[in-house]
């Protein structure tokens, strides 16, 4: 899941940098990870049709062919799901003192239907500057890069200060799937045991105009968690109509959560974020946003910042309406009305928290349980130095005169589970999309050419120097 903040347009007028014409595919190391990248996105990952197994499988192959040793490339799966797998892979590091790094990863897809799209979505197809196909952002960029990484790593012979700790894992598109990251925190952490770890959700952004406009670090995270609205009745006849009805109650109580605003709620990172993005915003936006910083309370400032969906989804815990079903024939009273409420609790809230307010909001009437599975408390990571610091610098000479925002996500990541075991997961800067997230989630996904090989460059040159640091 890849989730880059869209209300920040303004910033291209004060930020933005012209990107140099293209000399991608030009290198030999570009042409091997294209031919890694390629396989990759050429195989069928989805949910209903792909097999995880198989991809993880196929990066394994390469990874031992670049001299990893069979204990070195540890693939995984389970017997109910064989077709879920992932793998770990470790480069040891000479400086047992130094505690490993870990980069992270999910093969997995949202599902793309080939009538839908206008180039098959399982080709990686070349057209107009663009690679398309499902998954060429989320997240087989960043899996292909990373392991490429240790690829390159290895038959360099480089030997890095900390071990680097690479880890490929299935489910993270699909809530219900089972989810490789989350097995592994709970079966095998001492295989991903890890002082931090860098994944996707971070990035950058590409205006309309081609300009690149911003960097993005992920610094933290909502948990998603779906919550059931179940409204029940004797029914009857419709030809007799009653005012306790199950399609009414229901839709009362779900009215009344979109009319509540959860209370604003700040963290190191939003409003480290909010105000760096301060120049970047219209006036008005920059009142609201100074009103709010000093009082969280001022329902006056938020109802402005509210204008923005992707600002508002970032002060507090958001809860949605996103499924209904009712009734059981069109002549007879509704003996049941259901609801799927989806909600991203901040970090600093809880599931049962919002459960309880859920609860308060539905009535008496409606009953309201938390779905399973029930996903980690989000952890907020802090924002150190030790990691801002670096990714900053080496940024500002890859990408000059861009801005590196901090940015909790109002979407969800495989790191929550990490979090969940003491890793604090980052998300790094590096690949840029457009300000419609480039198709991601939906059709005729894409990604520059340029800014892939771009980002690579970046990620590469990250991943060495936290692989040579000493803290």
């Known amino acids: 899941m890849r989730l880059v903040l869209a209300g920040l347009a303004a910033a291209a007028a004060v930020t933005a940098t012209i990107a140099p014409p293209a000399a991608a595919q030009s290198r030999p190391d570009q042409q091997a990870f294209l031919g890694l990248y390629k396989e990759l996105v050429e195989t069928n990952t989805t949910l209903s ?23 070195e490339v540890i693939e995984f799966s389970v017997p109910e799901h064989p077709r879920d797998g992932g793998l770990v892979a470790i480069l040891p590091g000479r400086d047992a003192k130094v505690r490993p790094m870990l980069l992270l990863g999910h093969l997995d897809v949202v599902e793309a239907n080939r009538d839908d799209w206008e180039r098959d979505p399982f080709k990686l197809i070349e057209e107009g500057g663009y690679y ?7 997240d087989k960029a960043m899996s292909a890069i990373w392991a490429d990484t240790l690829i390159r790593f290895r038959k360099d012979g480089f030997k890095p200060r900390r071990t680097i700790k690479l880890a490929l894992t299935c489910g993270e598109e699909t809530t219900y799937a089972w989810n490789g990251a989350e097995w592994l925190a709970s079966n095998r952490p001492e295989l991903i045991a890890a002082e931090f770890a860098f994944n996707e959700g971070g ?11 911003l960097l993005a670090l992920q610094v933290g995270e909502k948990a998603a ?25 229901l839709a009362e109580a779900v009215l009344r959560v979109k009319a509540y605003h959860f209370p604003v709620r700040f963290n190191d990172t939003t409003r480290a974020f909010f105000a760096k993005s301060l120049p970047t915003m219209p006036p ?21 910042i509210e204008r923005d969906k992707a600002l508002s989804a970032t002060l507090r815990t958001t809860c949605v309406a ?8 069109e002549n007879a009273l509704p ?33 309201v349980t938390a779905n399973q599975p029930v996903r980690p408390l989000a952890v907020q990571p802090p924002l150190d130095p030790k990691i801002v610091g670096p990714i900053e610098k080496l940024a500002a000479r890859h990408f000059p005169g861009l801005p590196v ?22 998300g790094v800067p590096g690949t840029f999309v457009e300000p419609d997230g480039s198709g991601t989630h939906g059709l005729n996904e894409r990604i520059g050419v340029k800014e892939l090989y771009d980002g690579r460059d970046y990620l590469y040159d990250l991943v060495r120097l936290f692989a040579n640091s000493k803290t």
Do not use: W
Request: some cysteine; overall charge neutral; charged content about 15%.
């Open 49 to 71: 049709a792909g097999s995880c197994t198989q991809a993880a499988a196929q990066i394994a192959t390469r990874l031992k062919a670049a001299g990893f040793s069979d204990d």
């Open 335 to 367: 003996q049941r009305a259901t609801a799927n409420i989806n909600c991203r609790v901040i970090p600093g809230e809880t599931v049962d928290g919002t459960l309880a307010k859920l609860q308060e909001l539905a009535g008496t009437k409606v009953k």
């Open 284 to 304: 008005p936006v920059a009142a609201a946003i100074r009103a709010l910083l000093a009082d969280p309370g001022d329902a006056g400032a938020a109802a402005v």
């Open 132 to 138: 398309y196909g499902r998954g060429t952002i989320d």
């Open 203 to 213: 990035g950058g952004r590409v205006g309309t105009d081609g300009r690149r406009q």
């Open 405 to 426: 925002l901090p940015l909790m996500s109002t979407g969800a990541t495989d790191g929550i589970f990490l979090q969940a075991i003491g890793i604090p997961v980052y």
């Open 225 to 249: 968690q779906n919550y059931s609205f179940v409204a029940t009745n004797p029914g009857g006849h419709s030809s007799q109509p009653m005012p306790d009805n199950a399609i009414y109650e």
């Open 322 to 329: 996103t499924l209904l079903n009712a009734g059981h024939a």
